[in-house]
């Protein structure tokens, strides 16, 4: 079944609707984030407050949901209260396909307004409805989805409840989250304390079989899948570690080894995998004191390396713990480490029960508790408070995760433009580029915007991130085809949606000074045999490097889409002449 309709919630008013889809935004959006761009920019008046009732929450699916290779995702799309910019962002589990198969003609679920008091969206057994929910109010995610035994449930944990900026939305009692940029403070800003959807997951359509079945072995064949398959995100910390890019003790030192929290760290703890029976498994589940997790990459790279922790126990205890709370982990990590730095707490780095500590005082934000106020608004807004600028790096007010970016110019050039802040989930050309000398400007600036292109496809698809590989020829044409769904040219899609979130950033008051990193990555790495060692982020390199970056996008000199460009991509051409300041956390 075609999907040509969204479910459209407000919580102000109580009410649940379907509504069509306009053909020509589905042709070209397609869904996910380039569709929840798209009514985020035609619905959101500038610098509206990120956790007030005008703000869109969109759960947002693809027109392949439920028929992809890999682990089905779905794209929590909205204003980030984190950075006051766009967010994206994805998780997987079974929340996704019991979505889909819940909704089965929608592309997603429109929420906005606020309800009175806590309040479920129930999807999948009938109408849609709006339930109460007060019985949930502060529990955790485990404890909310226990709730609902019959469905999988997306929902916020105490975090999302008090507003912390960085909140997650979680699904399948903690297992996966829609982590960076605060879904989750949105989504509790709005007294929405779950999405539980009932219905059973999709089949995949007779039109698509051979298809799924090709690109299933295919990407069990491929780098990415045997990639997955060893390790899960968990083998990044030992790829950042032993090619000298990988942050430690709050990004005071660089970290060499990883003996105790690295890949055979954590297969050695692990009791097994998720979904084992697939070709590629997912990740490893590692029991806690607190019951059961399944740690990723950025767990120990930020509650690791990062708290100066080298014990993989440690770590999966902070990330169960983060996990329960619904609390990003990266951004958690870095709050905890500038806490540290900047002398605000009694313990050092290396101290489980001291982070584990301010991580909860953070999460549940109590009255009177000034220092983990200021870090639930993120390390930007603390250090605005309280002092102590640049001991944690952010772009955008979002936190970087654990690729020192001076290990490759082009991963510079990708954390600075990306569109949501400090991600690097847009594009990573670090993984290719530290290891050779011979990339140039136009070698880096092909790779980071051909991947921001590309992702920004495969993110309106809503693929796994690690399946769409397999896609990555064709940005999943031949699939849109076999299934009668209408598309424009793809790298045109690409470059449209990348363009779109561009102008809504610029709307909210985001230009060329935006697009920096901060003056501590001009020092170079420490020396030594690793690939990345002794390199530096040359400030006058990386302008010319986003000069050349914005030309390739036909962008002007402060970064803002040209009218001209606008136009050649059939999109709206409003950009403002003055921009005002960007509505972040602490406005």
Same mark, same amino acid.
């Given at each position: 079944?075609?999907?040509?309709?969204?479910?459209?919630?407000?919580?102000?008013?109580?009410?649940?609707?379907?509504?069509?889809?306009?053909?020509?935004?589905?042709?070209?959006?397609?869904?996910?984030?380039?569709?929840?761009?798209?009514?985020?920019?035609?619905?959101?008046?500038?610098?509206?407050?990120?956790?007030?009732?005008?703000?869109?929450?969109?759960?947002?699916?693809?027109?392949?949901?439920?028929?992809?290779?890999?682990?089905?995702?779905?794209?929590?799309?909205?204003?980030?209260?984190?950075?006051?910019?766009?967010?994206?962002?994805?998780?997987?589990?079974?929340?996704?396909?019991?979505?889909?198969?819940?909704?089965?003609?929608?592309?997603?679920?429109?929420?906005?307004?606020?309800?009175?008091?806590?309040?479920?969206?129930?999807?999948?057994?009938?109408?849609?409805?709006?339930?109460?929910?007060?019985?949930?109010?502060?529990?955790?995610?485990?404890?909310?989805?226990?709730?609902?035994?019959?469905?999988?449930?997306?929902?916020?944990?105490?975090?999302?409840?008090?507003?912390?900026?960085?909140?997650?939305?979680?699904?399948?009692?903690?297992?996966?989250?829609?982590?960076?940029?605060?879904?989750?403070?949105?989504?509790?800003?709005?007294?929405?304390?779950?999405?539980?959807?009932?219905?059973?997951?999709?089949?995949?359509?007779?039109?698509? !079989?051979?298809?799924?079945? #090709?690109?299933? %072995?295919?990407? &069990? +064949?491929? @780098? /990415?899948?045997?990639?997955?398959? *060893?390790?899960?995100?968990?083998?990044?910390?030992?790829?950042?570690?032993?090619?000298?890019?990988?942050?430690?003790?709050?990004?005071?030192?660089?970290?060499?080894?990883?003996?105790?929290?690295?890949?055979?760290?954590?297969?050695?703890?692990?009791?097994?995998?998720?979904?084992?029976?697939?070709?590629?498994?997912?990740?490893?589940?590692?029991?806690?004191?607190?019951?059961?997790?399944?740690?990723?990459?950025?767990?120990?790279?930020?509650?690791?390396?990062?708290?100066?922790?080298?014990?993989?126990?440690?770590?999966?205890?902070?990330?169960?713990?983060?996990?329960?709370?619904?609390?990003?982990?990266?951004?958690?990590?870095?709050?905890?480490?500038?806490?540290?730095?900047?002398?605000?707490?009694?313990?050092?780095?290396?101290?489980?029960?001291? !982070?584990?500590?301010?991580? #909860?005082?953070? %999460?549940?934000? &109590? +009255?009177? @508790? /000034?220092?983990?106020?200021?870090? *639930?608004?993120?390390?930007?807004?603390?250090?605005?408070?309280?002092?102590?600028?640049?001991?944690?790096?952010?772009?955008?007010?979002?936190?970087?995760?654990?690729?020192?970016?001076?290990?490759?110019?082009?991963?510079?050039?990708?954390?600075?433009?990306?569109?949501?802040?400090?991600?690097?989930?847009?594009?990573?050309?670090?993984?290719?580029?530290?290891?050779?000398?011979?990339?140039?400007?136009?070698?880096?600036?092909?790779?980071?915007?051909?991947?921001?292109?590309?992702?920004?496809?495969?993110?309106?698809?809503?693929?796994?991130?690690?399946?769409?590989?397999?896609?990555?020829?064709?940005?999943?044409?031949?699939?849109?085809?076999?299934?009668?769904?209408?598309?424009?040219?793809?790298?045109?899609?690409?470059?449209?949606?990348?363009?779109?979130?561009?102008?809504?950033?610029?709307?909210?008051?985001?230009?060329?000074?935006? @697009?920096?990193?901060?003056?501590?990555? *001009?020092?170079?790495?420490?020396?030594?045999?690793?690939?990345?060692?002794?390199?530096?982020?040359?400030?006058?390199?990386?302008?010319?490097?986003?000069?050349?970056?914005?030309?390739?996008?036909?962008?002007?000199?402060?970064?803002?889409?040209?009218?001209?460009?606008?136009?050649?991509?059939?999109?709206?051409?409003?950009?403002?002449?003055?921009?005002?300041?960007?509505?972040?956390?602490?406005?």
């Amino acid at each position: 079944m075609t999907r040509t309709r969204v479910l459209r919630v407000d919580l102000s008013a109580g009410t649940v609707a379907f509504e069509p889809i306009p053909a020509e935004w589905r042709r070209r959006y397609l869904g996910g984030k380039g569709l929840g761009a798209r009514y985020l920019y035609e619905e959101l008046s500038p610098g509206a407050d990120p956790r007030g009732p005008e703000n869109l929450l969109g759960f947002m699916l693809g027109p392949l949901s439920g028929a992809l290779p890999g682990e089905s995702r779905y794209a929590a799309v909205t204003k980030s209260p984190l950075t006051g910019a766009f967010l994206d962002s994805y998780s997987g589990g079974t929340f996704p396909d019991r979505l889909a198969g819940s909704l089965a003609d929608c592309l997603g679920v429109l929420v906005t307004g606020a309800a009175e008091e806590p309040t479920a969206l129930v999807v999948g057994d009938g109408d849609p409805r709006l339930e109460p929910a007060g019985d949930l109010a502060d529990a955790d995610t485990v404890a909310t989805a226990e709730a609902y035994p019959d469905a999988a449930v997306a929902c916020v944990g105490p975090a999302g409840e008090s507003g912390v900026a960085y909140a997650t939305i979680a699904s399948d009692a903690g297992d996966h989250h829609a982590g960076r940029g605060g879904a989750g403070a949105v989504m509790g800003s709005k007294n929405l304390k779950a999405v539980v959807a009932r219905g059973d997951p999709p089949a995949v359509p007779d039109a698509l !079989a051979d298809l799924h079945e #090709e690109y299933e %072995a295919a990407f &069990a +064949d491929d @780098d /990415a899948g045997r990639w997955q398959t *060893a390790g899960e995100t968990l083998e990044s910390i030992d790829f950042a570690a032993e090619v000298g890019v990988l942050p430690a003790n709050g990004w005071r030192d660089t970290a060499a080894a990883v003996d105790g929290i690295g890949i055979e760290a954590a297969a050695e703890a692990a009791d097994g995998r998720e979904h084992p029976e697939d070709d590629v498994p997912g990740g490893f589940r590692v029991e806690t004191d607190d019951g059961e997790t399944v740690p990723r990459g950025a767990a120990p790279m930020t509650l690791g390396a990062g708290l100066g922790m080298d014990d993989f126990d440690a770590v999966a205890a902070l990330g169960e713990a983060c996990d329960r709370l619904g609390v990003d982990v990266i951004t958690a990590g870095n709050a905890v480490a500038w806490a540290v730095r900047a002398d605000e707490v009694e313990f050092d780095f290396g101290d489980e029960d001291g !982070a584990r500590g301010l991580i #909860e005082r953070i %999460a549940r934000r &109590a +009255d009177g @508790d /000034a220092l983990a106020d200021a870090l *639930a608004e993120g390390v930007d807004a603390a250090a605005e408070r309280r002092g102590g600028d640049d001991l944690v790096p952010t772009v955008k007010s979002m936190e970087l995760p654990a690729y020192d970016p001076r290990g490759a110019l082009g991963m510079a050039l990708a954390y600075a433009t990306s569109d949501r802040g400090g991600c690097h989930r847009r594009a990573r050309p670090i993984e290719e580029e530290v290891f050779r000398e011979d990339w140039d400007t136009a070698r880096r600036v092909a790779a980071v915007v051909g991947a921001q292109n590309a992702r920004a496809v495969l993110w309106s698809l809503v693929v796994d991130d690690f399946a769409g590989e397999t896609l990555w020829g064709d940005l999943g044409a031949e699939w849109l085809d076999a299934l009668g769904v209408a598309h424009d040219d793809l790298a045109r899609t690409g470059e449209r949606i990348w363009t779109l979130v561009r102008l809504f950033n610029a709307r909210e008051g985001f230009d060329r000074a935006d @697009d920096e990193l901060p003056p501590r990555f *001009a020092d170079p790495l420490p020396e030594g045999d690793a690939p990345a060692a002794g390199r530096a982020v040359d400030p006058a390199a990386f302008a010319r490097l986003l000069d050349a970056y914005y030309a390739a996008r036909e962008w002007d000199d402060d970064g803002l889409p040209t009218p001209e460009r606008c136009r050649s991509l059939d999109l709206p051409t409003d950009v403002l002449d003055g921009h005002p300041e960007p509505s972040r956390a602490d406005d």
